[in-house]
């Protein structure tokens, strides 16, 4: 099955589908992960406000030298700060040094009666020319259905745990009916990457048993953000377009699941 590198989000913006996630890089370790990724071919950053590393992706961003447009920017509200929505993201465009940003996600849902506000507030930056989509993160099916009737606007995505081990084809099933993509985080941090079965799979592909992870995902139209503050892991996670899963080794890889 081949892959294309990028997924239209509903609204007709374009996603990379492999991106750099940047949970617990901070300071000039994320400022260079960045940097290096940028250089060795990432178009994809993930970031949230909770991270408190927005000024380093602007900067790294700015420093790349390439041009702003080229760049998938994601960032995240912090459901604590659901009430100052438009405040916060309003600091993460200061931060970024961007006028806009291409994903912004609720990061955890709110209480139950702040979920559409919540929502609204999200479609109303959007609106306004701040965000180019926007979407959710570790959201129910429930959750996501409930905003979507009461503002008649589905999620463009929604970010959750993800990876061989922890997964479901019918909660992938129930996204895709939605038109809502999946994005995958902790790919390889949820995989037993010493599996004798990835191991297997990898050898016969001449890859590592974390290209064979996320090559899955990307045959299962999952976005997926590894995060790593390695020089020769972020390269090789984004090199997964030159190897293909046979169909029985992703019915193999599916079986590892523990969920
Ligand atoms: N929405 C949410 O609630 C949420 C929650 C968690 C994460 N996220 C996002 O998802 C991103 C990814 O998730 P994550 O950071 O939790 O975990 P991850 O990307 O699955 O795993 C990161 C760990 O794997 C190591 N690693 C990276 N590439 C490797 C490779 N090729 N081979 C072996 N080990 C490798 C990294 O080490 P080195 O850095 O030392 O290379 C790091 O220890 C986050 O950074 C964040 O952007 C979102």
Known sequence: MSVTTTVTLAGG???PRVGLGTWQLSGRRAYDAIRYALDAGYRHIDTATMYGNESEVGRAVRDSGLPREDIFITTKLPAERARRARE?????????DVATVDLWLIHWPTAAGALVPTWEALLAARADGLARAVGVSNFSIDQIDRITSETGQAPAINQVPWSPFEHSATQLAEHQERGVVLEGYSPLKRSDLRSPVLAAIAKAHDVTPAQVVLRWHLQHDIVVIPKSATAERIEENLNVYGFELTDDEMSTVDSLSHI
């Open 13 to 15: 913006v374009d996603l």
């Open 88 to 96: 916060t993201l309003d600091a993460s465009l200061r931060a970024l």
